[in-house]
Nanobody, 123 residues
Framework: VQLQASGGGLVQAGGSLRLSCATSERSTTSYATGWFRQAPGKEREFVAA????????YYSNSVKGRFTISRDNGKNTVYLQMNSLKPEDTAVYYC?????????????????WGQGTKVTVSS
């Protein structure tokens, strides 16, 4: 399974971006797809996750109400719509496939990772 993240860029605070995570195929062991981010000098942190059917989603407290995760299984793509962006959202964003149990927030649950896409929010 290969994942390709895209959509990052430079945006002003308060702006929006939509990230995409295209997968080559569905892994039978990957129940969820998650987004994580890593800022310089910080550990990788959970952002959001969606289960395969798209019916259940999970968010970190820091992005809840601003970010929306969704998936289009016909296109094998998971999206992360990011609104009301803040400078503290600046990071490299990674998508991953895997998942053991809700809220699917532990990076160790994920078997497959994309290469990351950089998001920079200017103040």
């Amino acid at each position: 399974v290969q994942l390709q993240a895209s959509g990052g860029g430079l945006v002003q605070a308060g702006g929006s971006l939509r990230l995409s995570c295209a997968t080559s195929e569905r892994s039978t062991t990957s129940y969820a797809t998650g987004w994580f981010r890593q800022a310089p000098g910080k550990e990788r942190e959970f952002v959001a996750a969606v289960i395969w059917s798209g019916t259940l989603t999970y968010y970190s407290n820091s992005v809840k109400g601003r970010f929306t995760i969704s998936r289009d299984n016909g296109k094998n793509t998971v999206y992360l719509q990011m609104n009301s962006l803040k400078p503290e959202d600046t990071a490299v964003y990674y998508c991953a496939a895997g998942g053991w149990a809700p809220p699917y927030s532990d990076p160790r649950e994920y078997d497959y990772w994309g290469q990351g896409t950089k998001v920079t929010v200017s103040s």
